[in-house]
């Protein structure tokens, strides 16, 4: 009973519909590289969507897929919009010049944004390109084939899902640009795009190579890049377009998203490009931290995919309750007061017993005999005197004598009395 009501209580805690609370702007950093919330200006003050023609062996294909900038249906924060990629089954471009071309030379390089996939994904990509810097590049004209330094995010089609980290280098000996595949995670990433839930990706590169990729804050992978982990293959685009440093990767003159979607409605927010960690941590607590539920709502939601959480919940939630009642109200009474099972818990252990009502009859008693009086028993008589005892041994032989002539007198008696009754 107590545990069905602690349930009960869980439940009802959990709100029918997301509580929505006010969003707050803030500044953007105007050090960072590039920064975006698409809060305040409208998509085509700073993006450029692609007009270019994407060319395969059968046909053309347009980058006709439609872009727009709006409230995700099931809103917490109202004023809060994000980038959505809308159009299912059709080719996506989008891009935007940075604030200050990137040059990755001393200082790491940190990137992060957050995705959403609002519907059941079967093929998607929602991976970003850093677009490589360079005289020739038109985002007007963005498409598959403009040259990138980095590409980075997540993708799904089938059954596969993965994370993307793919770094262009030149080789120095030839020219030649080549791309650097980073090994997969060894989690499991499903969650990430089937809960339909924002979550926020981060990748940190540094100029020895060394990578770590976040989801959500949580390290899922990290490692090197100039090692035997990694996979190398040849780059389309074999001219450098810009002098190459250290890891081998140009300047970054933009960002763009270039994807194919089976499904749409895919969620892009609040991109990030910096060389500052520091800075990095500030908008992620201004971004992604102030839209994070609080430690009970967390609790709830992952009740969804692992119900057994509630069996966890009610033992250690209810057991300490249950402790806690006992100790400060020992005189508690249990059960309904019209039972013969209402007692405290202080009072006496009773036996399981059937009403009266219930017994058989009971068998009159058989009669028994009278009890016998009490015989009169003769009164005692009283003890003899006893002589005392000697205390010592001149006083033993004293009594000594005077027994035996006592002894002597009592025969003497004796034989006169039989002299008399013989006469």
């Not at 499991?188 to 926020?200: A, E, G, I, N, S």
Request: net charge negative; aromatic share 10%; charged share 25%.
């Amino acid at each position: 009973m107590m545990f069905g009501r602690l349930l009960l209580a869980c439940v009802m805690l959990t709100p029918a519909d997301p509580v929505q609370a006010t969003y707050r702007l803030f500044q953007v950093p105007e050090e960072a590289h590039f920064a975006e919330t698409f809060d305040s200006d409208p998509l085509d003050r700073r993006w450029v969507q692609s007009k270019a023609v994407k060319e395969t062996n059968a046909e053309a294909l347009k980058y006709d897929g439609q872009w727009v900038v709006e409230e995700p249906a099931a809103a917490m924060y109202p004023g809060n919009r994000a980038l959505v990629m809308k159009s299912s089954g059709r080719h996506h471009a989008i891009a935007a010049y940075l604030h200050t071309p990137f040059t990755f030379i001393h200082t790491p390089l940190c990137l992060q944004y957050e995705v959403m996939f609002g519907r059941d994904v079967e093929c998607s990509g929602a991976y970003i390109k850093l677009l490589s810097q360079s005289h020739l590049l038109r985002l007007s004209q963005f498409s598959e084939s403009t040259p990138y330094s980095v590409m980075f995010g997540p993708d799904k089609c089938g059954t596969s899902h993965r994370i993307h980290l793919i770094v262009r280098v030149t080789d120095s000996s030839n020219g030649r640009n080549q791309e650097i595949h980073a090994p997969q995670p060894a989690d499991d990433l499903t969650v990430y795009f089937t809960d339909r839930q924002p979550h926020l990706y981060t990748l940190q590169l540094y100029q020895d190579s060394r990578y770590e990729i976040f989801i959500d804050q949580s390290l899922i992978s990290q490692g090197r890049l100039l090692t035997g982990e990694v996979q190398y293959r040849e780059s389309p685009d074999s001219q450098p377009e810009s002098p190459v440093s250290g890891l081998g990767v140009g300047s970054v003159a933009a960002l763009g998203l270039e994807l194919w979607s089976l499904s749409g409605e895919v969620m892009f927010d609040n991109f990030l490009l910096t060389d500052d960690l520091k800075l990095a941590e500030r908008w992620t607590q201004d971004t992604w931290g102030r839209k994070q539920p609080g430690r009970l709502e967390r609790l709830l939601i992952a009740t969804n995919s692992r119900p057994w959480l509630w069996g966890v919940y009610i033992f250690t939630v209810g057991l300490p309750i249950i402790l806690f009642i006992s100790y400060m109200w020992p005189d508690k009474r249990f059960g309904p007061p019209d039972q013969d099972y209402y007692y405290k818990k202080s009072d006496e252990p009773q036996l399981d017993r059937q009403p009266e009502r219930d017994l058989p009859d009971r068998q009159p008693e058989r009669d028994l005999p009278d009890r016998q009086p009490e015989r009169d028993l003769p009164d005692r008589q009283p003890e003899r005197d006893q002589p005392e005892r000697p205390t010592s041994l001149s006083d033993y032989g004293a009594v000594s004598r005077e027994g035996a002539r006592k002894r002597e007198t009592q025969k003497v008696q004796r034989k006169s009395d039989l002299e008399v009754e013989n006469e």
